[in-house]
């Protein structure tokens, strides 16, 4: 990783580590890796949510583009696609270049010009629209096109505990998920609800989900497997039952 990205890194788990959030326990970052290219975050569920009582962990990569200060005021840079690799193509025609010098002029240049947002996935399973309930993928704008580099780890960790609170589900990462928030609302409380129970530590949630869910465990399934197919298949256990065996 560059070293203009290491020093912003490091600055930036230093504000999560002093901020108010982290005292009251609501947010939380740690080392994965030394270089700094690896954190795990965590953030608590929203209060009056289905999320309430959890506590959910990320996976947080940093590339190694990832922005540290923009181009300096009275300093016009217009920068596009074609531009970059015109760069590159210039770099690699002279033969005192080698190629891992050229990789790390080009991650320089794109350290200035091109925000890029921390890689950010959930670890513990959530039922949401618009998180995957298979891989904790994340839809939000902020780490995709929407991302500037004055945003930090706090504003990604913050943004993240808002959209607990304030689903999109016209905007879905889990259209399954997403079918259920906007057609049963209620039955979408309850299930990520219990989802946050089983793998949050939540609070107890329905106890008439939780007899489904042993009633098939009883007979073989795997509780996981059984927790999502009577979540996709809107608590019904013959349904349910069908959707396992085909599996």
């Not at 890796?33 to 959910?56: H, M, Q, S, V, W």
């Amino acid at each position: 990783m560059a070293n203009i990205a290491v020093q912003r890194i490091k600055r930036e788990f230093k504000e999560v580590l002093k901020s108010e959030e982290t005292s009251k326990n609501q947010i939380k970052v740690d080392l994965v890796d030394e270089n700094f290219t690896e954190l795990k975050g965590e953030i608590a569920g929203p209060p009056d949510t289905p999320y309430e009582g959890g506590r959910y962990q990320l996976e947080i990569k940093i590339p190694e583009t990832y922005p540290f200060n923009p181009p300096k005021v009275g300093v016009c840079v217009c920068v596009c696609i074609k531009h970059i690799l015109m760069f590159v193509i210039q770099l690699c025609t002279l033969s005192t270049l080698t190629c891992a010098r050229v990789k790390s002029l080009l991650i320089d240049l794109l350290v200035y010009v091109l925000p890029v947002a921390p890689q950010v996935r959930f670890i513990t399973k959530i039922w949401h629209p618009n998180i995957s309930s298979v891989t904790g993928a994340i839809c939000l704008d902020i780490l995709k096109d929407q991302w500037a580099a004055a945003m930090t780890l706090r504003t990604v960790l913050l943004s993240l505990q808002a959209l607990l609170a304030a689903a999109e589900p016209d905007d879905p990462q889990d259209a399954v998920v997403a079918n259920q928030y906007k057609q049963n609302p209620e039955m979408f409380k309850q299930t990520a609800r219990l989802w946050s129970h089983v793998y949050a530590g939540a609070p107890s949630s329905s106890p008439e989900y939780t007899r489904k869910i042993d009633k098939l465990c009883a007979m073989g399934f795997d509780k996981n497997a059984v927790i999502v197919a009577l979540s996709s298949k809107s608590w019904d256990v013959e349904t349910a039952t069908e959707l396992l065996l085909s599996n």
